[in-house]
């Protein structure tokens, strides 16, 4: 064999073996999803229980936690038609983030009517996540 037609043959095979990048992106959204589902639980339930210490803390690291959810999220190339639906979810995450932020820094003051306030905008921009989130997993599972 001709040693041009065992490059090109070479590069067929590495080609064929290469991940495309809405397959890389469907492959590795469903651990991002499951993060986002397993914190929202997680702060559902320690809104419920915890006292002000307890929530600036974890909250605190809540926000961290979703924040590095987010960078996994925005380093996958999404695939042009779940583009729009990728942002939405990048958007909706950093509201939480900011509400998750919020309810630490009121806690921590123990401001009782800024925790309630920013507790109440962290259940709306949860609700837009997990609709967001809902969303981008149903297209990309298609």
Do not use: N, W
Not at 15 to 28: G, H, M, N, P, V
Not at 64 to 73: F, H, K, M, Q
């Amino acid at each position: 064999m001709p040693r041009l037609a065992r490059v090109l043959l070479l590069c067929l095979a590495l080609t064929a073996c290469e991940q495309s990048s809405e397959d890389r992106y469907k492959e590795e959204l469903p651990p991002i999803d499951r993060g986002l589902v397993a914190l929202s639980d997680d702060v559902g339930e320690e809104l419920r229980r915890a006292d002000d210490a307890t929530l600036a803390q974890r909250f605190a690291l809540y926000a961290r936690r979703l924040g590095r959810l987010r960078d996994r999220l925005d380093e996958l190339e999404p695939p042009d038609g779940l583009v729009g639906d990728h942002q939405r979810v990048l958007a909706a995450i950093g509201a939480v983030r900011g509400e998750l932020a919020d309810v630490a820094a009121a806690a921590q003051r123990g401001d009782a009517g800024a925790a309630g306030t920013a507790a109440t905008g962290l259940v709306r921009a949860g609700a837009r996540l997990d609709q967001a989130r809902a969303g981008l997993a149903r297209e990309v599972g298609r």
